[in-house]
Every structure is written in C-alpha cells, then in structure tokens.
C-alpha cells in the first residue's frame, strides 16, 4: 500500500523505485537514477507537480513546472531544446488562477530561455485530483565534453552549494494552515541553468552537479557519495541558512540540510578550480552567497558532518514524510 | 567582551572534560534536548567519565501502545475525524494480528479513514466548526507544555456550545516520573538536565523534592547546543561540591513561579491522575484527567471503544531506553528491522525519540 513516506524523496521513495519500478523498467540508462536521462547528446527528463498551496511566497505551481525541469536539464550539463507540459484539472478549478498558473510558466520558460512545444489537458471528477497537477518533460542538447554526473564525484573534490539552503521547503510550509510560522520567506524556485553556463564559461571542471529538491542537501550529498563511492565531510558552519529559515526549521523540528530547495544546485569540482568556481558563481545574481561547504575523501559511501562544536556524525537518508506535496 | 558562542562552547567541554571525579550519568527528560543534543553531537564531546542519557522526554515515546490502539480503533469509525500531530500517526499499534508489518494511523488513512494531521490543537476547533456533521477528535498526548493548549481549546469549545469536538488524552506531568527514576536502583542517575519548556509552565519550584528528598542536582537547561552543555557543567560542579539543588540556567525564559495562567486554565479542565507510561509503567498522579464537568468532551467516555489487551512489539526494548537503562543502541532491533522507515518501537518514530535521534544522528566521534 501505498503511503505518504512513499512521496518524501527519502528512503522509502528510494525502495518503492528499486522494488517496484528497476525490477520490470529497468535498462541501462534508467538505472544511472539521475536528473536526466542522457542518450547519446540529449538529455530527457520528466516531473510531477503537486505542491499544496498552489500559490506560495516567491513562486507557484506554474513556476515550479518548468524550472524544476529545466534545471534537471541543467544538472547534466544540458541546455534545454523545448518543454512538454501535461495538465490534469480537477472539475471545479477557477479558471483565473489557471490562467495565472499558465502565465507563470510562461514567464518561467523565457527566463530559462526555453519554450513549450507541446501538452495535453485532462480533466477529472472534483475530488479525484486537488486543483490542478502539471506534468512537465524536458529535452536538451549536451554541448562539448561537459558531462557532469554524480558518479564522477572524486576524492579531494571541493563540495560547492550555490546559495543558502532551506527557503523554498520552509516557504511553502509558511502558508500552510495551521503552521505557525510567522516572517518574511520567499521560495528560491528560479531556472538555475545561468549557474552551470557560468560554471562552462569560467572552464571549471565540474564532476557532479545536482539539485537539492526533496530530500534537501542532505539527500543530494549521500546520493553522490553513493553514485561514486567518496565519503563526504561537511562543515555544518560552511551551511548558509537564513536565520528566519533557520528559526523555521527548530521551531518545525527540522533540519535544514533536509529541506527542499528549488533554486539551488550541489556541484562536486576539483580542488584546483574551486575558488574559479566559486567566483564564476557569485558572479551572478542567483549564485551570490556560493559557498565552499566541504570536501569529498576516500572512504566508506556516505556523509560526515562536522558540527559548530566539533562534534562528527554520520548523515542518513530522508524518512518518513517530512514536507508532505512541497514540489 | 562577551566570548563568541564556539568559544564559550569550547570553554566548556573543556572545563567538563577536567572532571576525574566518579563516573557521572546525567539524565535529560526533553525531546528537544534529546534531538539538539544529537544533532551537535554533544555526546561525543563529553568525557568518558560524564554520561548524558535521554530520559521519558518524547511525548510519543512515553504515551503507551494502547493508547495508539484506541487511536487507531476511534479512526476506523467512519464519524470520526483524527486530528493529531504528524508524530503520531507512524507510530505501531500493536494489533499485528490485523495488519502486517503492523497498524498505523498513516496505514487507516491510506486506507480511506479521516485522519489529519494538525500543527496545533487549535485546528480542531476550525474543523469541528467548519464540519459540524464530523466528531473531531484531537490526540492530546504531551506534557505541561501542551495541556493547556488542549486544555484552552475544550474550554473555547463548552464557550461555543460546540457539540462535536473531543480529546482522546494521554497527557502527563514529569516530576513524578523524575522522582521515580530518582528513586530507581536500576540506574543511578546523578542529576537531571530539566526541561526548558515544561519548566516555562511549571516554574523551577517542581523540582525542589528532587534535589531536597533524593539529593538530585537539577539543572534547567536551554536549547542551543551552547545551553545544554551550560547545563551539564552546572550539573557537574554540583555533583563535585556533593550539593544538590534547582539551579535555573534559561534565566531568559523561565521565571519563577512559571506561568500560573497556564495552570490555572490546565487545572479548569484536569485533575491529576495515575497514568501508564511506557516503560515505567503506571506511575500515581503523573497524568491529567478531564475533569466531570467536561466529560462530553473526553473521547475514552464519548466514544465506546473495547480493544483486547495491548502487547508491545516483540524484542522492542523502548521502555528500557525511556528509563535510560540501556543506550538505544544496545537494543537488538535498532537499525537493523527497527528504522525510522520502519519503526517497531515509538522511540524509533518521532524525530524526538531516542532511538530515532541517535540513528538519524550517528555520532563518530569529535
């Protein structure tokens, strides 16, 4: 049956894929499990879009459908060709805030410098979907020999995130009912593939990029470490969180490194071209608090965590369901 | 100038790693301090000599399997409408004889029972107002911080005249489970790290008997890793002096006294009660029972719900880690069947549990 757990991105989401879906679809291109699947030099990709409220500070649905997609393009290095878009409307849906929906993919489509050359609309029965569902897929081209891919990722990496982590998942939690969660915070959802053009441009040599949606970074990490068999060490200082995101998070009991991001991107790069790396991304408006916050070594598969006071401790997988339909 | 927060900090796992006294085992009662104590990885830091155990601080840890028996029996009823919070609702039944690998609120859910899960108490008032058809039923489990949340909301709702609205409870109250565990010759605990949000309420007085009758050092501790290891340095210097008594170290926050208007609101609605804790067992007067006058709006009499006797997941060793007689890693079941993902035990489940905060937490070493 069927649980929310099954949704988290954690590691039950992990077990419902390799139980249920490698066992009959697997092939060799799927079982890479990566942002995009990469065939020859273009990349495929797709995502469901689900997030409750539909409307959240810095971003809605709309927003969310296509830059999710793009920037799962962008995490292989692709650059987007076009964008698909399937739409499953529930009866009853007022037709403004479609229209707002729709227009907010638009404007999300020509940041990301990508169009939307096909889609399908379903309607179903009030009560069998929650307002609208949008599903989007992506094509993109590879260009030259930048390849990211997490199982790339090499001891003596420097680990990059572009900017602070957390605001898109305690953002969407803000407007929930019932959350007490009181201030200013705005979703990071944004195209990201700017950052990984600027990376390209600045020659960096990036081994592994990914986008820490669900799950948060913590996921994104162990799910590298994992792909290539590094361990990774982290500084928890390094981490930049926004205080009232921090706040959020101990008031919910959360952690952030688990949070989702919608604007972020983890990027694996060799020593030597890290402070390159880290200019390159400052140097644009979405990368302006990148950061070095560890580095990748021999080892066990996995993540280790240097706390404010010293302490190491092992990071684990997601579980349970922490932010229930927060992309 | 005022030292910066690493300094501090630094300072005093120092000035705690000096003690070569007797070996020291403090305990904390709070899931919070439980889950900021293993998030910074304060255990590794502390020297052998000096211990930090997690007590029955996890308000779903301590509430007993047959309370999510009931639980999950009321949300079968198709009237009914669950609200509780998220913690809850992966707890294990213990009902495996119904459902493999065993009942949840999340399973009866999934499986089409009405159950939501709710920030705030408040939410089941909104609900029961907004569906007047519905019997909204909130899971009032926590301690003193909760109890007059809840304790507010049947009062707003005999105010309102609202028919359809009530308290499945579970609530307890911690110094008589501390005062057992003092009491204890199973371990010796030689201090308690008290809990910063229930001491809000009760004020620092609570704890008196504990350091007067069984000659406990009590510390009141904050929640910044910084705090909590203010905290055990307090308790270590008392244990060193051969003193015992209630030292307030979250000035900030808690006052004494507490907050009477909590109580009073708390004491409108309950009266204290026996209650079983897991783990410990029925312990007197550690519980808060609707009192008669708001009867309608007690679940366990609203509702008539017969359930066979509760049995705990077999090899499920939860009661001795909230007594803090064992260290969740030594319990069989941890991390190999029993997960956060797949709990046997509660302590496994809330993100405040023991068992669950040290597996999402593994430290190794500084």
Known sequence: MILMGHGSGGRLS???????????LGNGVLAELGDSAVIGDLALTTDAYVVSPRFFPGGDLGRLAVCGTVNDLAMVGARPIGLTAAFILEEGLALDELDRIVASMAEAAREAGVEIVAGDTKVVARGAADGVFITTSGVGRLVGDFRPAPRRAAAGDAVLVSGTIGDHGVAV????KGIPLEGAFASDVAPIGALVEALRAARVEVHALR????????????????????????????????????????????????VANEGKRVAFVPEADADRAIAALRGHPLGARATRIGTATAGDPGCDLVTPLGARRSLRMASGELLPRIC | MTPAPGDEARALVAS???WDGRPLTFMEVCGTHTMAAARAGLRSLLPPKVRLVSGPGCPVCVTPVGYVD??????????????????????????????????????????????RVAYSPLEALAIARAEPAREVVFLGVGFETTAPTIAAVVIAAAAEGLANVSVLGAHKTMPEAMALLAASSELTIDGFLCPGHVSIVTGPEVYAPLADRFHKPCVIAGFEPVEILRGVDALVRQ??????????????????GGNPRARAVQDEVFEPCDASWRGLGVIPGSGLAMRDRFARFDAARRFDVRLPAPREPRGCRCGDVLRGAIDPTECALFGTSCTPDTPDGACMVSGEGSCAARWQNLEIGP
């Open chain 1, 14 to 24: 992990q077990e419902l894929i390799a139980k249920h879906f490698l066992p009959k």
């Open chain 1, 173 to 176: 939690m803000s407007c929930r």
């Open chain 1, 211 to 258: 986008d820490p949606t669900r799950g948060g970074v913590a996921q994104s990490l162990l799910e590298i470490a994992h792909a290539a068999g590094v361990r990774v060490s982290i500084d928890e200082r390094a981490i930049p969180v926004k205080p009232a995101v921090r706040a959020a998070c101990e008031l919910l009991g959360f952690d952030p490194l688990y």
């Open chain 2, 16 to 18: 705690i790693g000096r």
């Open chain 2, 70 to 115: 009931h639980a999950i029996a009321l949300a079968a009823r198709p009237e009914i409408t669950l609200v509780t919070f998220g913690d809850l609702v992966r707890v294990p039944g213990s009902r495996r004889d119904l459902e493999a690998p065993a009942p949840t609120l999340a399973r009866a859910k999934a499986r089409g029972a009405d159950v």
């Open chain 2, 239 to 256: 244990a060193a002096a051969g003193r015992a008594f209630v030292e307030n170290a979250y000035p900030g926050a808690v006052r004494a």
